[in-house]
């Protein structure tokens, strides 16, 4: 089994962020990166495969030079090499076009599975698994709680559905899923598993490597602001039974925490 | 003596009981003492003076036997102090058995008028210690050892069969009691070795070679250049008992008292230290015969430990029970098994310095800059800095208040990082040696430094002492309040703060030692100061010791045991030395107190002092 598992490196999300004067950037000396949440529990679904049923599991990221630590810190967990895809030219585009990147960059490794987090904590797209499966003629699943290797081409994924419910489907393979947070428990580094990232290889892929060109983007960032925070508190005035009245109203209708 | 003649037969029935007895003996403890040697490191010959008046103290006059628990600690002296006594009668009675007495007549009758006493007083003692045992059953002792039962039978017929001795018997029934009394002693030392009575022999020594610091894991060196060959011996050894750690196994005697003053067991957690850091491990260590044995700990109980030292403080064997930084640091360092919130913990430590992520602390502007001029470097600790509890300010406010009075010169280090006990206590000891690398770099041009935060200070001190030489000297703050007060470099005045009284933390009391500056600063300021009932160097852990302040959940509540002894105490104010206290105190107390009492003020030594400022 051949995994590649796409690692992004995105703003912590409990550190402070500012935003910087032009409204369209963070501050980024405040900026503590990391590695995606979701992409996180993806890697270790992919190592746990790995050791399961043998094979390869290989990271691969897009972003600037800082970028790299994500793939040291996968690497450090048991990936055996990864892929850094860098240029400034992939810095402002749109996610199809980021899609194109992955898809031109990943074909030539023929990968039995590619995993992703569900989705990155900056942007949030959720779509890059799926695009990079439509390029490259794979099927996909989303939302995976759980996945098992049925045969050599065929994987069954248990997918989160909305109200609590739960759905395995089987994908044949190729293919590419996303995962959801929450689906195991990622390890920690070892200290012999950061010791050994330096004998591993990172192949680096920049503009030229990449055969189909991604055009321009097609999105453009007007603004980044940070939503204003709103008190509203309402008196419910009344009788004990009044009062209770109007509260179940109010979680059934405005709060819906009432069916 | 000719008054009971032995036949040659007798004599050689006799020797040979004795050698089978002897050599069963020493067999099983030469077989205990050779997996001890192959333990790492080598069993400390330092301080010998200190180390024999521990014995003294600690063997000889019983004391944490008797101080822990009073009546069964006193039949236990009496059992004990027996033995001793009865150490030249039973040398003399198998000289009896070969004609050659040790003493003669008189001199045995006069030693009897010493001895009968003693072996009234031993089997008064264990009565009481078998009626225990068996009849009351305190949890702490464990399942039903029928082996106790057969020693308790053993010392009695041992007492009885002495004193009909001591009696004028017919020749034939002073014979075979005289028999039955030698064939129990041999017995008893075949059994001695194989049970936890093996602490007769092994405890005096135990205790001999205990450490004097605690906790005393050894150190993790780590050297990022090492060969693959080099990395895999240092893991490797990670699961290597050193060989005070493999005696103490051997030397339990299985009491429980380290389960009793245990805040995770109390509050109803897994973990049981007698259990998960020491007889556990026991087996192991006899079926491979090598000290291997580190990764048999319980894992889970490893990670509920606060660190906090009590179960090693307590051990009247002189055991150092506490193995969560053993465990710990395998699971961490070899297998990768971490708690989501300590990977969480771990990787703000490595990307910021700092426990919680941050990247800034307004704390931080309003503390004067340290410079080479000033005698103190203030240090805040991640506590302090991020305001882990934002009331804390406030006390780090009225230390500051406190030094400006006394018009010491002080002031914080910008560049300050994490102490790395979280990170030293989980066992993450690669972001611990980056955040001790890069404290020690910044702290290389001090003198003294000083700090409101314990589990700093055993750090920047103690733990980073054993990595290499340290340049400076680090104090906690109530040593320096408490000096300042002494000196009459600031005046205080009693106030009015209702019933105080202090809660000692484990860092501070176990581990520095430092009992009573803190008390020197608070009897200075009030007049209705009262001790909680586990107080000093027998304090009982806030809960939140060994990292466990940022897990999420926890078996049991190890939080809450020492604030509902608070607010059983009935104090007006409870102060603390310690940040981290302070804080479990203000999240314990609150949801405790009855609706019908006032609110019990939780406030650090600085606060309470900088309140009563003459």
């Known amino acids: 089994m051949k995994i590649c598992v796409l690692i992004k490196q995105v703003p912590d999300k409990d550190s402070s962020l500012t935003i910087a004067d032009d409204h369209l950037t963070l501050v980024e000396n405040n900026i503590t990166w990391v590695s995606n949440e979701s992409d996180n529990y993806a890697l270790e679904e992919a190592l746990q495969l790995r050791e399961k049923h043998g094979g390869e599991v290989i990271a691969c990221t897009l972003g600037k030079d800082s970028a790299r630590q994500v793939l040291k810190d996968a690497l450090a967990k048991g990936a055996d090499r990864g892929i850094f895809i860098s240029d400034s030219s992939f810095e402002s585009l749109d996610v199809l076009s980021l899609g194109k990147v992955f898809a031109s960059t990943l074909e030539k490794e023929n990968f039995d599975l590619i995993m992703s987090g569900l989705q990155s904590d900056d942007q949030g797209n959720s779509q890059l698994g799926l695009i990079i499966a439509e390029l490259l003629n794979m099927s996909h699943g989303t939302l995976g709680m759980g996945t098992e290797i049925i045969d050599d081409s065929t994987i069954r994924l248990k997918k989160e559905l909305e109200g609590g419910w739960f759905q395995w489907t089987k994908l044949s393979l190729p293919a590419s899923i996303s995962i959801q947070s929450g689906i195991n428990s990622p390890r920690y580094a070892t200290l012999k598993g950061i010791m050994m990232v330096k004998k591993k290889t990172v192949d680096e892929i920049n503009a030229s490597d990449v055969a189909s060109r991604a055009s321009a983007s097609n999105i453009t960032v007007k603004k980044l602001y940070v939503p204003d925070k709103t008190k509203e508190t309402q008196f419910i005035e009344g009788s004990p039974d009044e009062i209770s009245e109007q509260l179940v109203k109010l979680f059934k209708n405005d709060i819906k925490v009432l069916n | ?614």
């Open chain 2, 1 to 614: 003596m000719t008054e009971h003649p032995f036949t040659i037969i007798e004599k050689i029935v006799l020797l040979s009981g004795i050698c089978i007895s002897l050599g069963s003996f020493c067999f099983e403890v030469l077989k205990r003492l050779r997996i001890v040697l192959k333990g790492t490191g080598s069993l400390p010959l330092d301080r010998i003076g200190e180390r024999l008046w521990r014995v003294f103290r600690e063997v000889f006059l019983q004391e944490k036997v008797i101080r822990g628990r009073l009546l069964p600690g006193l039949m236990h002296g009496f059992v004990f102090w027996g033995f001793l006594v009865f150490g030249l009668v039973t040398l003399d009675h198998f000289a009896i058995g070969f004609e050659f007495p040790l003493m003669s007549h008189e001199t045995h009758k006069l030693y009897s008028y010493v001895v009968i006493p003693f072996s009234i007083l031993v089997s008064i003692g264990i009565l009481h210690l078998a009626y225990r045992r068996f009849i009351t059953k305190p949890k702490a002792l464990g399942k039903l050892s029928p082996t106790s039962g057969l020693v308790a039978l053993f010392i009695v017929l041992l007492m009885v069969t002495y004193l009909l001795g001591e009696m004028e018997l017919q020749p034939l029934v002073w014979k075979i009691n005289w028999w039955l009394h030698a064939l129990l002693i041999l017995a008893f030392l075949i059994l001695v070795p194989r049970s936890k009575h093996l602490h007769l022999v092994l405890g005096p020594f135990n205790i001999f070679f205990k450490p004097f610091h605690q906790p005393d894991h050894t150190p993790v060196k780590i050297d990022m250049e090492a060969s693959e060959e080099q990395l895999d011996e240092m893991l490797s050894n990670l699961t290597r008992m050193t060989q005070n750690q493999a005696l103490d196994i051997f030397s339990c005697v299985e009491c429980g008292r380290c389960m009793d003053v245990c805040p995770a067991y109390r509050g109803g957690g897994i973990l049981s230290p007698k259990d998960h850091f020491i007889l556990d491990l026991r087996q192991p260590l006899l079926e491979t015969g090598d000290v291997d044995v580190l990764s048999q700990i319980n894992v889970e109980a490893g990670w509920e430990c606060t660190t906090c030292q009590a179960c090693s403080e307590v051990c009247p064997v002189g055991n150092q029970v506490e193995k969560s930084d053993e465990i710990r640091r395998l699971q961490v360092l070899v297998e990768g098994n971490v708690p989501q919130e300590y990977q969480k913990l771990f990787t703000n430590l490595q990307n910021t310095g700092n426990t919680e992520g941050a990247i800034s602390s307004s704390l931080v502007d309003r503390l004067p800059k340290f410079t080479p001029d000033m005698e103190y470097v203030f240090w805040l600790g991640c506590f302090a800095r991020y305001e882990l509890d934002p009331n804390f300010t406030k006390s780090v406010e009225n230390f500051a208040k406190i030094l400006d009075t006394a018009g010491v010169s002080y002031g914080i280090l910008e560049n300050e990082h994490c102490s790395g006990d979280p990170a030293n206590r989980l066992g993450d000891k690669l972001t611990y040696a980056m955040l001790r690398e890069h404290n020690m770099e910044q702290l290389k041009n001090s003198s003294k430094v000083v700090s409101m935060c314990p589990h700093c200070v055993v750090n920047l001190h103690k733990e980073y002492a054993k990595y290499g030489d340290i340049s400076y000297k680090v104090e906690h703050h109530s040593q320096l309040i408490g000096r300042l007060i002494d000196e009459g470099k600031i005046g205080v005045k009693i106030g009015d703060n209702g019933k105080v009284t202090y809660h000692d933390p484990c860092n501070l009391s176990r581990m520095l030692n430092v009992v009573d500056a803190p008390r020197t600063a608070i009897e200075s300021v009030t007049d209705e100061f009262f001790e909680l009932p586990e107080s000093g160097k027998d304090t009982l852990c806030c809960g939140a010791g060994g990292g466990l302040w940022w897990k999420k959940e926890t078996v049991g509540k190890t939080h809450l045991v020492r604030a509902e002894q608070v607010v059983e105490s009935e104090a007006n104010t409870v102060v603390t030395g310690c940040n981290f206290c302070y804080g479990m105190m203000n999240q314990g107390l609150d949801p405790l107190i009855p609706d019908d009492r006032s609110n019990i003020h939780v406030k650090d030594i600085s606060d309470i002092v900088a309140e009563n400022l003459a």
